[in-house]
């Protein structure tokens, strides 16, 4: 009770007048602060239905690293606070200075944090408060903030992130505290882009700041938005670059004859460039569960389409060297491949010879067999000799074999020609989907550049 009255004593003169020095100097100073020293255990307003304003604002010094597998951003931040204790002023005349600084544990410390805020500050603690004539108490403190932020990592390497700092008081409402912010967010910027020393893999764009209204708010929140943008040409040398050089090299290869050429050992060869080169180049890549970069899409289908250019090589390579032990075209083939794919990539069916004669080689090769010859005209069937006879049956037999050939030709070919259009027709889907990843790239860099 005696404490409670002695609080209440000191809190009346508080209200009635300001601090007296004897002389101006800091011990003096000193003196006439001690009774505000004894009521740091409230908020220092001289009527509590009065809310206390805490001006916050900070300084970014460094950009440590963005973890997007565990969404946490790490940055390095001179943390400014400052705040009115009506409990202090004094004539800077008087007590021979306007400003002392003080051990931060004589004195209220609003209860100040930083809602995303996921680890403990490791940053050195600074023991001391700066105090002002007119009351302004100011705390000034470096933090090393390990905050939770949402990445968007879907246009990696060209993402730009937007990571928040909440400051909000843990325990005191908006009728005891409002937050506000302590110098115009232009020299916020200024302040730390010029010192701001570390050159990472992350650069500054922007910071910008409000004040969360909405109704029912409990606690009064300001909020800054921190933009980050990724430097982009790490990546775009070792990862891009090289993936590109490896798809382009196996777009020429079409151009490899396969009849002559093993353009399969060759396509092996970048499929193993290429997986060693995923390999190497994992840790590069973000990893995270909430959404897979574009760039990851990219690799996958670089890969998917080296391995469907060799089995289609493999496909081609068969028909060129076995196409006359297979049988005709079927004419789904026909038709699909051979007249609308092939106009479609510049290979028109070729028109086919009619090799039909009168009389089918299977009826020749049965009078053949069975020693058999049409018959004769009945004027010369006297006078033709023997040897005649046995020569016309030479020559249907020499013609059957000729009919046969050329009848495995036609069909050989309407088979080359079948794989020259696949492989045509790859071909272009590689050229259109290198011209189209291409484009998606330098528009996505373009777009993050106007960010």
Same mark, same amino acid.
Request: net charge negative; proline share 6%; with cysteine.
């Given at each position: 009770? @005696?404490?409670?009255?002695?609080?209440?004593?000191? +809190?009346?003169?508080? !209200?009635?007048? @300001?601090?007296?020095?004897?002389?101006?100097?800091?011990?003096?100073?000193?003196?006439?602060? /001690?009774?505000?020293?004894?009521?740091?255990?409230?908020?220092?307003?001289?009527?509590?239905?009065?809310?206390?304003?805490?001006?916050?604002?900070? /300084?970014?010094?460094?950009?440590?690293?963005?973890?997007?597998?565990?969404?946490?951003?790490?940055?390095?931040?001179?943390?400014?606070?400052?705040?009115?204790?009506? +409990?202090?002023?004094?004539?800077?005349?008087? $007590?021979?200075?306007?400003?002392?600084?003080?051990?931060?544990?004589?004195?209220?410390?609003?209860?100040?944090?930083?809602?995303?805020?996921? #680890?403990?500050?490791?940053?050195?603690?600074?023991?001391?408060?700066?105090?002002?004539?007119?009351?302004?108490?100011?705390?000034?403190?470096?933090?090393?903030?390990?905050?939770?932020?949402?990445?968007?990592?879907?246009?990696?390497?060209?993402?730009?992130?937007? $990571?928040?700092?909440?400051?909000?008081?843990?325990?005191?409402?908006?009728?005891?505290?409002?937050?506000? &912010?302590?110098?115009?967010?232009?020299?916020?910027?200024?302040?730390? &882009?010029?010192?701001?020393?570390?050159?990472?893999?992350?650069? &500054?764009i922007d910071i910008t700041a409000h004040k969360e209204t909405r109704p029912g708010l409990q606690f009064d929140r300001l909020i800054f938005h921190i933009g980050l943008r990724r430097k982009s040409t790490l990546y775009v040398v070792n990862l891009l670059i090289p993936s590109c050089s490896l798809i382009t090299v196996d777009l020429f290869s079409f151009l490899l004859p396969p009849q002559s050429v093993d353009r399969s050992a060759f396509k092996m060869t970048l499929i193993l460039g290429y997986t060693v080169f995923l390999l190497l180049m994992n840790d590069l890549l973000p990893v995270t569960g909430d959404t897979i970069p574009l760039i990851n899409v990219f690799f996958a289908l670089c890969l998917a389409l080296m391995v469907a250019s060799l089995l289609e090589t493999i496909l081609i390579t068969h028909l060129y060297s076995s196409s #006359?032990? +297979?049988?005709?075209?079927?004419?789904?083939?026909?038709?699909?491949? =051979? !007249?609308?794919?092939? $106009? $479609?990539?510049?290979?028109?069916?070729?028109?086919?010879?009619?090799?039909?004669?009168?009389?089918?080689?299977?009826?020749?090769?049965?009078?053949?067999?069975?020693?058999?010859?049409?018959?004769?005209?009945?004027?010369?069937?006297?006078? /033709?000799?023997?040897?005649?006879?046995?020569?016309?049956?030479?020559?249907?037999?020499?013609?059957?074999?000729?009919?046969?050939?050329?009848?495995?030709? !036609?069909?050989?070919?309407?088979?080359? !020609?079948?794989? @020259?259009?696949?492989?045509? +027709? =790859?071909?272009?889907?590689? /050229?259109?989907?290198? #011209?189209?990843?291409?484009?998606?790239?330098?528009?996505?860099?373009?777009?993050?550049?106007?960010?």
């Amino acid at each position: 009770m @005696s404490f409670l009255t002695m609080v209440f004593i000191m +809190f009346s003169v508080t !209200q009635a007048q @300001s601090l007296n020095c004897s002389e101006p100097t800091n011990l003096a100073l000193l003196e006439a602060l /001690t009774p505000v020293f004894d009521l740091r255990f409230i908020r220092p307003v001289n009527n509590f239905n009065n809310y206390t304003e805490v001006y916050v604002s900070f /300084t970014m010094y460094g950009i440590l690293g963005v973890d997007e597998k565990a969404q946490l951003l790490t940055t390095y931040i001179w943390q400014h606070i400052g705040w009115k204790n009506e +409990f202090i002023g004094w004539d800077p005349e008087q $007590c021979g200075t306007d400003q002392i600084t003080l051990p931060r544990r004589q004195f209220w410390i609003p209860d100040m944090v930083m809602n995303e805020l996921v #680890s403990k500050n490791t940053a050195p603690f600074v023991p001391y408060v700066h105090v002002y004539s007119n009351g302004m108490v100011y705390d000034y403190s470096p933090v090393r903030v390990v905050s939770t932020c949402r990445l968007n990592i879907y246009t990696f390497p060209f993402d730009v992130q937007n $990571c928040t700092f909440t400051f909000v008081s843990y325990s005191h409402t908006t009728e005891e505290i409002m937050v506000e &912010l302590n110098k115009p967010i232009e020299e916020i910027i200024k302040k730390t &882009l010029a010192v701001m020393t570390t050159v990472g893999e992350w650069k &500054l764009i922007d910071i910008t700041a409000h004040k969360e209204t909405r109704p029912g708010l409990q606690f009064d929140r300001l909020i800054f938005h921190i933009g980050l943008r990724r430097k982009s040409t790490l990546y775009v040398v070792n990862l891009l670059i090289p993936s590109c050089s490896l798809i382009t090299v196996d777009l020429f290869s079409f151009l490899l004859p396969p009849q002559s050429v093993d353009r399969s050992a060759f396509k092996m060869t970048l499929i193993l460039g290429y997986t060693v080169f995923l390999l190497l180049m994992n840790d590069l890549l973000p990893v995270t569960g909430d959404t897979i970069p574009l760039i990851n899409v990219f690799f996958a289908l670089c890969l998917a389409l080296m391995v469907a250019s060799l089995l289609e090589t493999i496909l081609i390579t068969h028909l060129y060297s076995s196409s #006359s032990r +297979f049988a005709p075209v079927p004419r789904w083939v026909r038709v699909v491949v =051979l !007249q609308k794919l092939g $106009c $479609c990539v510049g290979l028109p069916p070729k028109p086919t010879k009619d090799h039909s004669t009168d009389m089918s080689p299977n009826a020749v090769r049965e009078e053949i067999k069975v020693g058999k010859t049409p018959p004769m005209p009945l004027e010369l069937e006297d006078t /033709t000799p023997g040897e005649l006879r046995e020569l016309g049956r030479d020559l249907r037999a020499i013609r059957l074999q000729v009919e046969q050939q050329l009848s495995e030709d !036609q069909k050989s070919e309407e088979w080359i !020609q079948v794989a @020259s259009i696949i492989d045509r +027709f =790859l071909f272009g889907l590689y /050229t259109l989907f290198i #011209s189209v990843s291409s484009i998606t790239m330098i528009w996505i860099w373009v777009e993050s550049d106007r960010r």
